[in-house]
């Protein structure tokens, strides 16, 4: 099994963006919610991509909650980790720009997901972990999540990182980078876009030589592009789509990653490092279909095993 650790939220989308009408007061966008944050998406997509998956995470008692959780179970994704409190889910509200580019703000003070507490440890048939977004910035729970990565990663758990990065939640920026290296020890595979390496502002032979096997870059529609620790490059295009938005994007990428590695038994260090150009090139073209399928159709809506053929 694959256990993603982290956020769950609701997005709150411009309903123009999915070619809804949609003006309020004073000529503000309506906004649809929509289920989100960067490890729920991820974890979703992984149950409709088939992988056998679980969530760990806070989530809120509240009827935002409730549909989080549902559409959990509508994916077949385990939600026995995940704990339930009576705070506030997160909101993050979404713009998007001309080319479907998403920026998000951020409603998080008092909410669910900053008080999860991590389990002393999870069950011995767990292969994976994922982490990332939100969850690794926000206190207390941060620390939380830190703590879980660095014990799976202790006793030889697969850890799949994205730090997907929200600057407007990241007051020390220098901290937080200097955070982020002292994760890479604990971290199997690393994935970040193009955008999230130029802020962290290191590259990925750097990040490669601190713990990762592999460091897979995402370019948008340009395509993916993996590094290995043995020195291997390998890119991939990106599949040609009319972009509706972004919202989901890297995180139906980490999925399809980690579904691609289960299927070719590459959850662990040593076969990961056994990889080669054919294998990484099949798993960063799944990946690539999988995102075009996504960033096709509004709102973080990955794709289901039967869509990618």
């Not at 590459?266 to 054919?278: F, V």
Request: glycine share 14%; hydrophobic share 45%.
């Amino acid at each position: 099994m694959i256990v993603v650790a982290g956020e769950a939220l609701i997005d709150l989308v411009p309903q123009e963006s999915a070619g809804a009408p949609g003006r309020g007061d004073a000529g503000l966008p309506a906004l649809a919610p929509r289920l989100g944050g960067g490890p729920y998406n991820t974890a979703v997509a992984l149950g409709r991509l088939g992988s056998p998956v679980a969530f760990c995470s806070r989530i809120s008692a509240d009827a935002f909650g409730d549909a989080l959780v549902d559409g959990l179970r509508t994916a077949g994704v385990d939600v026995s980790y995940v704990q339930r409190g009576a705070e506030p889910t997160t909101l993050a509200v979404a713009s998007i720009g001309a080319d479907g580019s998403a920026g998000y703000s951020f409603y998080v003070e008092g909410t669910a997901d900053r008080l999860f507490t991590a389990p002393e440890r999870l069950p011995d048939g767990v292969r994976a972990v994922s982490f990332g977004t939100c969850s690794l910035v926000l206190e207390p729970g941060a620390s939380a999540y830190e703590k879980l990565m660095r014990g799976e990663a202790a006793r030889g758990v697969f850890t799949a990182l994205d730090p997907n990065i929200r600057a407007g939640l990241i007051p020390d920026a220098d901290a937080y980078r200097a955070r982020f290296k002292s994760w890479l020890p604990s971290v199997s595979l690393l994935k970040l876009s193009e955008e999230d390496a130029s802020w962290l502002g290191g590259t990925p032979r750097e990040w490669l030589a601190s713990g990762p096997g592999a460091v897979v870059i995402t370019r948008g529609g340009k395509g993916l592009t993996v590094f290995t620790r043995d020195g291997g490059e390998w890119s991939v295009p990106g599949e040609p789509v009319d972009v509706v938005d972004t919202i989901g994007a890297g995180d139906t990428v980490n999925a399809a990653l980690l579904h691609g590695l289960r299927a070719r038994d590459a959850l662990s260090a040593e076969a990961l490092s056994g990889l080669g150009a054919d294998s990484w090139g099949e798993v960063l073209r799944f990946a690539a279909r999988a995102a075009a399928v996504t960033v096709s159709r509004a709102g973080a809506e990955p794709p289901y095993a039967a869509e990618l053929g």
